[in-house]
């Protein structure tokens, strides 16, 4: 049986845990360099957008949420839909992923 695709997204080794992970280190040492000095407008720029998941973070609790998984995927506004693809990526995409009411299929990586 192949992955959920909510474990995708968020589960242990899911996209999101990973994305998470590989700012992980940087991020923290930004933040505390923050506490004592300025940084770069460069980092500034990399925290608030790069190291920053939180529009992640809300696509998936609202597709945890659902009452209706799949109707939910469908109606995905245009900046979802590459959050979306991006985390089914990340996470190890899977062989068949419901996406905005089709079939798209994906080889497990």
Known sequence: MGK???QVLKGGAGGLTK???TVKKQKES?????QEQKISLEDEHWLDQEANFVDEEALVDMLENAS???CALSRLDPKQKPLFKRLIEVG???REVIVMGKN???KSE
């Open 4 to 6: 959920n695709p909510l």
């Open 19 to 21: 994305l998470k992970q």
């Open 30 to 34: 930004l933040l505390l360099q923050l």
């Open 68 to 70: 209706d998984y799949e």
């Open 92 to 94: 190890g995409g899977i």
């Open 104 to 106: 798209l299929k994906r």
